[in-house]
């Protein structure tokens, strides 16, 4: 854990933030310690914006009261366009069948823009569009991505991929922060955004906006994000599109090829057309030499909301998909553009609407987010997951897990005293492994809590049977992940089976 240089040496340290980001467990001591600090709680509840000067005499306030989880510096995201472009063919096309313009019934499933206000007096935005947190239009940037997902059919300006789906616009500053973005994320979630799209990323990750995207997943929103334009500045990889639970989206050219600025890395899900992408612009910022409201751009950040956009129109037509099925559906469904099969540059390949609206229903996960113990005990989200079995009879789950998407699935259940139990891992696909840790393990790399774990071949059932020899009943957590990838495939699905036997 960085934290801080200590106050008198913050003169001399150009690189210093204006504010830190403090992690602590959720409760009124650490609020008390915080208010000592002046540290202002964000949305996430876990997380507090405090000024540098005092950041670390804050962490150590924390540490001493056993309250501290985390501590970094409060990091600034850039939105990921690139200079405007010259005419190319319609992306649209390529995505959504021109005959295809919405499905029965109208647009319900909402997409929240993260990003610049969008500006609500433009036509082609206007009737779909509210403002979460009104104010001024600080920047073109959220109105040309709101009018590539969601702008209206009306004979004028550009139309979105899902024309007229109700758009929420959470206005960010000009300089985005960690904190400012993870507010943001979460006040959409709140507000119930079906879709929420992310054009912005910094090549520094930030747990605290790690947890707000887990949070908003958690929540129900499926959160769609820039892959970023750094392909040719070192090609890092970018967040948040490269967290778990993430999709992450790269850019391709008026060919169908990968684009030459779209990053490249092994959490690119999909891709969507990024050059030569019609928006609506506020008249302001129209610089293009006709001042219309219409302009050309290029970036993984107008690919995004191509996707963001088919998302909606796919979810209003199929409602039963969670937001877990609804990007396996996107993935799967999507056309093979790059190298056969998956690749880094455009994941699955180009996403298509007909294809997804067709696509069969894939296995629904169970209580995602779930990529680790902190996330299953309280300690994210403020309460506990509920156990998935109290080690009674016999259950049976279905579920998956993705290197990168999905890493690592933990499911709480209980122990009953004296209880002989077995649980089996069978295969669908994939080779997916299996652990059981104690109650008192904090995360997954606790090896020393682990009391049964099979490990074996693709297609093999892992099997372990443990006792609680306590006098007490206990909790355990029961871990899937996949610990050995051939070939181009990242992800395993699985059957797993719980039983309890009777002791001889």
Known sequence: MQLPVRAGALAASASQPATWLVGAKRGPASARIARRFAARGLKLGTAYRVATPRARAFADALRRAGRLTYAEPNIGLQRASALDALPDAGPRAAVVDPGL???????????????????VSLADLQPNTRQLNPGPILGPHG???????????????????????????????????????????????????????????????????????????????LVVAASGNEFASGNPVIYPAAYPH??????????????????TNAAVDIAAPGVGVPVAVPLAFDGDGVVDGVTLVDGTSFSSPIVAGA????????????????????????????????????????????????????????????DGISFVDGSAFGSADPFVWKGTGRRTLRGSVDRVEDPVDVLRIRMPRGALLRIRLR???????????????????DTGRIIARSSRSARATDSVRFVNRSSRNRTAYVVVDVSTVTGTALNATYRLEFQRLKRR
């Open 143 to 221: 109105t040309q991505v709101a009018s590539v997902a969601a702008g209206v059919l009306d004979g004028s300006g550009v139309f979105g991929i899902f024309p007229g789906a109700p758009v929420l616009s959470v206005g960010l500053p000009q300089r985005i922060t960690c904190a400012d973005a993870a507010n943001a994320i979460l006040a959409a979630a709140s507000a119930r955004a079906r879709v929420i799209n992310l054009s912005f990323g910094s090549p520094v990750p930030c747990a605290t906006l790690f947890n707000a995207v887990q949070g908003a997943y958690a929540s129900g929103s």
């Open 101 to 119: 313009v919405a499905p029965a019934p109208v647009p319900t499933a909402s997409i929240a823009v993260v990003d610049d206000l969008v500006d």
């Open 427 to 445: 295969p669908t696909a994939g080779n997916p492994d299996l652990r059981v840790f104690s109650a008192s393990a904090d995360s997954t790399d």
């Open 311 to 370: 998302a909606a129109l796919v979810a209003t037509a199929r409602p039963s998909l969670n937001n877990g099925q609804l990007a396996d559906v996107l993935r799967r469904s999507a056309r093979d553009v790059g190298a056969a099969g998956y690749d880094a540059s455009t994941g699955f390949g180009l996403v298509r609407v007909p294809e997804a609206l067709s696509h069969p229903t894939p296995v629904r996960d169970v209580l995602e987010p779930n």
């Open 246 to 263: 993430v999709l992450s989206v790269a850019a391709l050219d008026g060919s169908l090829r990968p684009s030459a600025f779209s990053s």
